[in-house]
Nanobody, 121 residues
Framework: QVQLVESGGGLVQAGGSLRLSCVASGRIFSINRMGWYRQAPGNQRELVAASTRGGNTNYADSVKGRFTISRDNAKNTVYLQMNSLKPEDTAVYYC???????????????WGQGTQVTVSS
């Protein structure tokens, strides 16, 4: 069984910073892609940032230059450093990991429970 546990959300004023963390645990053979998605009320879940095991990253246009994703592969952990936060960044942020439970399996997506980020104006 695989679990993803997020931490680091909270309430911050516009212009402030937060750092999200997500640890994957359980029966894991390898993790390819780890990333962060977010969902605001009434909106669809959207990709914020993602990182492959090799270090390739991609970001939503709305967060480029403000957010930075990083990984510690040895700890199965992904981070999201969020700077210059805006009220429109307010959402529930979900950690995602695309991984193999066993060698030879198909890759499967796993999700964390979500952490609330609220940016006040």
């Amino acid at each position: 069984q695989v679990q993803l546990v997020e931490s680091g959300g909270g309430l911050v004023q516009a212009g402030g910073s937060l750092r999200l963390s997500c640890v994957a645990s359980g029966r894991i053979f390898s993790i390819n892609r780890m990333g962060w998605y977010r969902q605001a009320p009434g909106n669809q879940r959207e990709l914020v940032a993602a990182s492959t095991r090799g270090g390739n990253t991609n970001y939503a246009d709305s967060v480029k230059g403000r957010f930075t994703i990083s990984r510690d592969n040895a700890k199965n952990t992904v981070y999201l450093q969020m700077n210059s936060l805006k009220p429109e960044d307010t959402a529930v942020y979900y950690c995602n990991a695309r991984l193999l439970v066993r060698f030879g399996d198909y890759e499967t997506d796993y999700w964390g429970q979500g952490t609330q980020v609220t940016v006040s104006s």
